[in-house]
Antibody, heavy 118, light 110 residues
């Protein structure tokens, strides 16, 4: 059974870089599918951040592209996300999810809460 | 840039009633690219409907998606206590590849 689990620092300071890991179990990333990160905040609701294919092809939300990097680690079956130059507006719950060919997010992790504050 | 406008913002209904949620898209889209999610407090969103009208695995048939062009609808035929939540629509565009979410409709107990 496919499960995704996000992990991250919880609290980060403004201007710093956030690093998140999504551990995928029950399914090999090498088998295909796109994988993505979505965040949820009271101010912006649900916001797509980035997507990555198992081959490494990436797509980014244009509004975040200059500050975000997504990557896939197939040996460890993980998806990573980095967000730099953090501000309070990046405070959110960050989710990773699988993206099947019909282009929706069908399996989600439980989310990693991130607070940007000094 | 495609914008998804959901209405109403809040829907107050009683268990057993029918809920009709709207998602209006700023330009005509292919129905294959419209999905609906349910989100409850403290939980991850759950995929309900993909490609406008296809129920995701395990979704009961009281949830129905419909629509075309710019107007899409999620209908919950008879609300159960577990259905009171926030619902989002989502579009995938491929030029360039991008996902967009609507602002959500909260279905609350009247």
């Amino acid at each position: 059974q496919l499960q995704l689990e996000e992990s991250g620092p919880g609290l980060v300071k403004p201007s710093e870089t956030l690093s998140l890991i999504c551990n995928v179990s029950g399914f090999s990333i090498s088998n295909g599918f796109y994988w993505g990160w979505v965040r949820q905040s009271p101010e912006k609701g649900l916001e797509w951040i980035a997507s990555v294919y198992h081959s490494g092809t990436t797509y980014y939300n244009p509004s975040l592209k200059s500050r975000v990097s997504i990557s896939v680690d197939t040996p460890n079956n993980q998806i990573s996300l980095r967000v730099n130059s953090l501000t309070a507006a990046d405070t959110a719950i960050y989710y990773c999810a699988r993206i099947p060919p019909y282009r929706a997010f069908d399996v989600w992790g439980q989310g990693a809460a991130v607070t940007v504050s000094s | 840039e495609i914008v998804l406008a959901q209405s109403p913002g809040t829907l107050s209904l009683s268990p057993g009633e029918r809920a009709t949620l709207s998602c209006r898209v700023s330009q005509s889209i292919a129905g294959s690219l419209l999905a609906w999610y349910q989100r409850k407090p403290g939980q991850a969103p759950r995929l309900l409907i993909y490609a406008t009208s296809n129920r995701a695995t395990g979704i009961p048939d009281r949830f129905t998606g419909s629509g075309s062009g710019t107007d899409f609808t999620l209908t919950i035929s008879r609300l159960e206590p577990d259905d009171f939540a926030v619902y989002f629509c989502q579009h995938y565009g491929n030029s360039p590849p991008a996902f967009t979410f609507g602002g959500g409709t909260k279905v609350e107990i009247k």
